[in-house]
């Protein structure tokens, strides 16, 4: 039997008998379990951690029951609460949140403070639509509860028998300790593909390489885990998610792009791959000042626009100035003769005027010391002996 328990989480004062469902169909399979309470009114069974005892570590109040008149508030008050509550825990096997849209919002976020790997599951009212804002950069399982978690019925019973059996299963079949090599992490994109493929290979026997579709949230994602110390270092190939933050493309970073590697001095490699688009949706979706721009329809669903000398001017600024704060080994490689698979001679993106206020803003801006530095090569981004240079610099500095 495993000694880590399955924490059930929701509020006792409207969703307990759901709550205790689930709770006792998990410990029917021998796994120990807590049923948490994270409601603001007092609830409607007894759970075995109160949502007394979940607020007591608010960061900011930990008596906000006692004066919960504004709901809003509370929920956001319970939600940094239950946060903090799941980080002071050192027995967590898998945690299993039920809720509409306020509890779905309320138990992810603490279920987004968890490492990567621990079983985190949500069953939702709001599941079957846009997730993103919900899940984040993490592996949390959204299953859509197709009726509202508001009591037992023909429907509710075996949706929320199906989430409690898999949850069991996850906590009871953990995946073994493997001989892994250390990890790395790495972004894609399909106009990189060939020089990350390359990269890989060229590694992947003395690495784990782990490659994220720099698509917003894999860019995220990769940065999370350098953040939980699991990544030995960062082949940032492709930085585009950049040009969607700055220009409003629909595959935007955050602005805390980069700022794991800063944080933990990650070794770090970069370079400018696809920074000559900004991702939109289909051809009629473009925003209409952009309507007189260059664009490539990459399929149906995604145009691609290419990007200026004055945006790649204002990209180029943007990433210097986090580069400049990185106090970890840093080599950030130029590709002269184009930044993707379309930017090359007699194709769409080809525009060296753009990319050479790209690579001369960084130059400008970008304050080498012996541990950072900005190297320029001859090639395109995709040609091997740029992939090879990669290879190279974090062989240096690794």
Known sequence: MTTKKAYVVGTCDTKYEDLAYVRDLIAAQGVPTLLVDVGIRAPRGKPDVTNREVAAFSPTDPNFLDTADDRGRAVADMAAAFAAFLASRTDVGGVLGLGGSGGTSLVCTGLRTLPIGVPKMMVSTVASSNVAPYVGPNDICMLYSVTDVAGINRISRVVLANAAHALAGMIQNPVPEGQDRPALGMTMFGVTTPCVDMVRKALETEYDCLVFHATGTGGQSMEKLADSGLLAGVLDITTTEVCDLLMGGVFPCTEDRFGAVIRTRTPYVGSVGALDMVNFGARDTVPERYRDRLFHVHNPQVTLMRTTPEENRRMGEWIAERLNRMEGPVRFLL????????????????????????????????????????????????????????????????
Do not use: C, W
């Open 335 to 398: 590709p002269e003769k184009g930044v993707s698979m379309i930017d090359a001679p007699g194709l769409p993106f080809y525009d060296p005027e753009a990319d050479a206020a790209l690579f001369e803003t960084l130059k400008a801006n970008v304050v080498q010391t012996p541990s950072r530095q900005l190297v320029s090569l001859p090639h395109n981004i995709n040609d091997p002996e740029f992939a090879a240079a990669l290879v190279a610099a974090f062989r240096e500095i690794a």
